[in-house]
């Protein structure tokens, strides 16, 4: 059965002990990730770092939008071929506005979705937690997938100097 | 004999920088200005609730007797444009600074994103104008506008899209900032609070990459309201002043709209954290540096008025065309000028004179009034441009230029009503919305706690700020 862990700290620097001890002791990273009342700096406590992928979501929707549009544009205007003021009829430049819009729309569009996905929320499994952590305490949570390793971790987080560790 | 220099205790023109707050005492605090209301709290938001249903009623009345008459309806759309100015400007002090990374922000970001929740105001007084506004082909004929080729009711199809859009953007943007105040709430509130703080907090514990991506999310719709807020203003100014003028154009007119609504955003919000300091006892949370910043933004914004005003002036005056002269007749020198004169006073030659002390600026009282200084030349600078435009008859729609410039129009009974009732549901609006989250964002004072540090510099004092991102 999976357990999750919590070592409450009042201060920055210990949990930022309890989160090089757990490194060191062969916890697989991202298993254990650092909670706060506000955000820290990023590599605070030297955490792991994921790499998100909010960049590929606005690059595919814009791409998909720019292909839409060249084909909007394209197909509308060779299905209903008028010579305008002399222009060819796949005139570049009255295609490039509604090409730029619909690529910008696709790529908004996308960048929406891609920041709900990546946010992960709602996250209806919160694990270990704690009020205090509102409060200006900071938590090092450690998701384990059996109890095997739990003394383990309890010890680490022991010696770094928790106040209280928490299980569920 | 040596002249010494005189001696001066060095503190009495300096500031103290603010002492620190424990993390615990900022939860306690901020989630007790949330829990009951004062007597006189209760007594204002009833009589704002009054005034707001009477505003209501006078609205349905002024239909039923004027539905008929256009020009009868120019103070209702100045006073739209007024309420887009405040309820819109205001939240882009919730992302232009922080976007800036400025330090000093972060107590005002929460009120400025609860000014969008106003934006309800805005739409309900919107909604008789779009019946009024003519349609794009009048009398079988196409009038001059920026819809070429549009169907025939594009300009009030997109202006209400426009603004229930900027009202849904400023929600977001309120949102996506609130989520790890909701946690607080659903950790530390009691009853129906703790219920909301629980339902709206999905989840949040605070890790790295939900810190992560509450930054994205805040830049994003940061950027999307500022995107959406322009193409509002864009949308209002040209449908609603300049389409119903004939031979009104004006390249100028959306920018000075624009950022004199930021002027007025800025204004209304120094007002409203005057009000929150000084009635919740958040003197220890909302520093005298934040009014001062404002002020320095506030003074530019003050003069960027007289700029774009000149910018456009100037066109006209030295164009000298038949609607040049007929525009200047209705805007500036013909049957308002009394507005003109008045709201430049207000919105920009007072205020200049006011907020060009740096004395001034450091001061709370002196920004507080520069600010009410202003709400009032902008609501005087909508007049002119609002009431003006629509006292043109729809019958001169297709002229060329205007020929006859009508005379001055006066507020009737109605209009006062609709005034002070749309203004107050603004208001109430605000003050229900303390009540229901922490009017200072408690995970920003905690992270400008955690990131600045009063020190003692040489002989003077210092704050300290970490700037990591």
């Known amino acids: 059965m999976s357990i999750s862990m919590i070592g409450l700290f009042q201060e920055a620097t210990p949990a930022a002990d309890a989160m090089d001890g757990l490194k060191n002791a062969g916890f697989e990273l991202g298993s254990f990730d650092v909670l706060t009342g506000t955000p820290y700096p990023e590599g605070a406590f030297g955490e792991h770092v994921p790499q998100h992928r909010l960049f590929r979501f606005p690059a595919f929707g814009a791409i998909i939008g720019f292909t839409l549009s060249l084909f909007l544009t394209a197909a509308t205007q060779l299905a209903y071929p008028l010579v305008t003021g002399g222009k060819p009829i796949l005139s570049i430049f009255a295609m490039l506005i509604i090409m730029y819009e619909l690529t910008m729309l696709s790529g908004v569009i996308a960048t929406v979705i891609g920041i709900i996905f990546e946010s992960r929320l709602p996250n209806l499994k919160m694990g270990a937690y704690d009020r205090r952590i509102t409060e200006g305490w900071i938590g090092v949570v450690i998701n384990l997938e059996d109890e095997s390793r739990a003394d383990d971790a309890e010890k680490v987080l022991n010696y770094a100097g928790a106040v209280e560790i928490k299980k569920a | ?320 065309s038949e609607n040049d002269k007929a525009t200047l007749d209705l805007l500036v020198r013909g049957p308002m000028i009394w507005a003109f004169l008045a709201g430049a006073t207000f919105i920009w030659l007072v205020p200049w004179w006011i907020l060009i002390w740096n004395r001034v600026r450091k001061s709370i009282n002196g920004m507080a009034i520069g600010s009410c200084v202003i709400i009032i030349g902008l609501l005087l600078d909508r007049i002119r441009l609002f009431v003006s435009a629509w006292s043109v008859p729809q019958e001169f729609i297709h002229q060329k230029w205007l020929k006859q410039i009508p005379g001055t129009i006066y507020p009737d009974i109605f209009d006062v009503i609709i005034a002070l009732g749309s203004i107050s549901l603004s208001i109430l609006m605000i003050m229900l919305m303390t009540k229901i989250i922490p009017v200072l964002s408690i995970w920003q004072i905690q992270e400008f706690n955690l990131l600045s540090k009063p020190i003692k510099f040489i002989k003077g004092h210092a704050t300290l700020i970490a700037k990591p991102d």
């Open chain 2, 1 to 320: 004999m040596v002249n010494l220099p005189k001696k001066e205790n060095h503190d009495s023109h300096h500031t103290l920088p603010p002492e620190n707050v424990e993390s615990s005492v900022i939860v306690e605090d901020l989630i007790a200005t949330t829990n009951g209301a004062s007597k006189s709290f209760k007594i204002i938001a009833i009589g704002l609730g009054i005034m707001s249903v009477l505003g209501i009623i006078a609205l349905v009345l002024k239909w039923i007797n004027y539905s008929d008459d256009s020009t009868r309806w120019g103070y209702v759309a100045a006073l739209v444009s007024f309420l887009l100015s405040i309820t819109g400007g205001a939240p882009m002090v919730a992302m232009g600074p922080v976007m800036a990374k400025a330090n000093w922000v972060r107590p005002l970001t929460r009120l400025a994103a609860i000014f969008s929740f106003a934006g309800v105001s805005t739409i309900i007084v919107l909604i008789p104008l779009l019946f009024l506004l003519p349609p794009l082909v009048v009398d079988g004929t196409r009038r001059r506008s920026i819809w070429f080729e549009a169907p025939n009711y594009s300009p009030h199809i997109w202006g209400i899209i426009g603004m229930v859009l900027l009202l849904i953007t400023g929600i977001a943007l309120f949102y996506s900032a609130a989520l790890p105040d909701f946690a607080v709430m659903r950790e530390n509130s009691t009853g129906w609070r703790q219920k909301l703080g629980k339902k709206l907090a999905r989840g949040w514990v605070g890790t790295d990459s939900q810190w992560r991506t509450l930054r994205m999310r805040i830049g994003m719709f940061g950027t999307f309201y500022f995107f959406v807020m322009v193409m509002v203003n864009f949308l209002y100014t040209t449908d609603f002043a300049q389409g119903v003028v004939p031979g009104y154009r004006d390249a100028i007119y959306t920018l000075y709209h624009t950022v004199s609504s930021w002027q007025g955003g800025v204004a209304a919000l120094v007002i409203a954290l005057w009000i929150v300091r000084r009635n919740m006892k958040l003197e220890k949370y909302i520093h005298l540096d934040a009014f001062w910043s404002l002020g320095r933004l506030l003074f530019a914004l003050t003069l960027l008025w007289i700029y774009l005003f000149y910018s456009s002036f100037i066109v006209f005056w030295y164009g000298r």
